[in-house]
């Protein structure tokens, strides 16, 4: 695998500097931070893809080491899995509290 997660990072960084920080490892293909989807705030860490396994692997020397005020944690990424929810969002009960038995009260 070419991909690389980096954690610990400092929210104050961007994907330029860490992309400046990778760069000497080899061919980058892309670099992403995860940032919160309502805040836009970095959530600390990121991946990064290298254009061969043998490059994301030599990146892992990074685990440790400092950047920006931080001790990086570096690992190949893993797969994401993709969560399945067997009745399509459903999630049981009866939701609202609306529901009425059949003598007509609320339960």
């Known amino acids: 695998m070419n991909k690389i997660y980096v954690g610990n990072l400092s929210f104050d960084l961007t994907d330029a500097s860490l992309q400046e920080a990778f760069q000497s490892f080899g061919n980058i293909v892309e670099v992403a931070i995860i940032k919160d989807r309502?805040?836009?705030?970095?959530?600390?860490f990121?991946?990064?893809?290298?254009?061969?396994?043998?490059?994301?692997?030599?990146?892992?020397?990074?685990?440790?080491?400092?950047?920006?005020?931080?001790?990086?944690?570096v690992s190949i990424a893993r797969e994401e899995k993709r969560r399945t929810g067997g009745s399509g969002g459903h999630r049981g009960g009866h939701g609202g509290g609306r529901h009425r038995d059949d003598r007509g009260s609320r339960w």
Not at 38 to 44: M, P
Not at 60 to 72: D, H, S, V
């Open 46 to 73: 990121g991946f990064i893809t290298f254009s061969s396994a043998s490059e994301a692997e030599s990146a892992l020397t990074m685990n440790g080491k400092e950047l920006a005020g931080r001790a990086l944690n």
């Open 38 to 44: 309502y805040s836009g705030k970095s959530k600390g």
